[in-house]
C-alpha cells in the first residue's frame, strides 16, 4: 500500500509526455555541467519508470528520444504529450533584443536594439509573451517585439 505522501501516479509506463519546464543538470546528469540544458521545454518523450525520491516524491524517468537522454522528471514538470501546448521562441535566461522602441502613454521607456533577459514565458496567451529584464526595469511584451541576442562576430570562435 502506498504512503498516503505520495503522489497518486498520474502517467504510466509508455505514456508519451511533455516536459512544460526546461529541465537542467542539478549534478545527477554525468558528463554535463551543473545547470547545462539537458532538455527544452516542449519536448515529447515516453515514460520508462516510475519510482519515488525521499520517500515522498513520484518521480517519472522519461526517455526523450531525440534528445537521446533520460531524465528524471516530477509530475508537475510533465503534461500529457496530446495537451494542448503553445510553443514559445524564447525560453527562461535567453538573451534578446528589442526590434522596436517600447514606450508607455508615449514615453519611449526601452530603445530598439536595447538588450534584456528573459524572466518567465507568458503561454496562457497566443502569441505568447514574455516578461522581460531590461536595464533598470522589467516589462510585459509580445513575441514579435523580441529577436535573440546574437553575439558580435568578434565574439563567435
Known sequence: MKSERYDEERFDFGESVRVTRNVRNDGTYPGMEIGELLIRRGSVGNVIEVGTFLQDQVIYTVHFLD????????A??????????????????????????????????????????????????????????????????????????????????
Open 76 to 157: 508537475e514538470e510533465l503534461i500529457p504529450a496530446d495537451a494542448p501546448w503553445t510553443p514559445s521562441r524564447f525560453e527562461f535566461r535567453d538573451k534578446v533584443v528589442c526590434n522596436k522602441n517600447l514606450a508607455i502613454n508615449g514615453e519611449i521607456i526601452v530603445a530598439k536594439d536595447a538588450s534584456g533577459e528573459i524572466l518567465k514565458v507568458v503561454r496562457d496567451v497566443t502569441p505568447p509573451q514574455y516578461h522581460v529584464r531590461f536595464p533598470g526595469k522589467t516589462l510585459q511584451v509580445p513575441e514579435a517585439t523580441l529577436e535573440p541576442l546574437e553575439k558580435p562576430e568578434s565574439e563567435t570562435p
Open 67 to 74: 534528445q537521446s537522454r533520460m531524465v528524471g522528471c516530477r
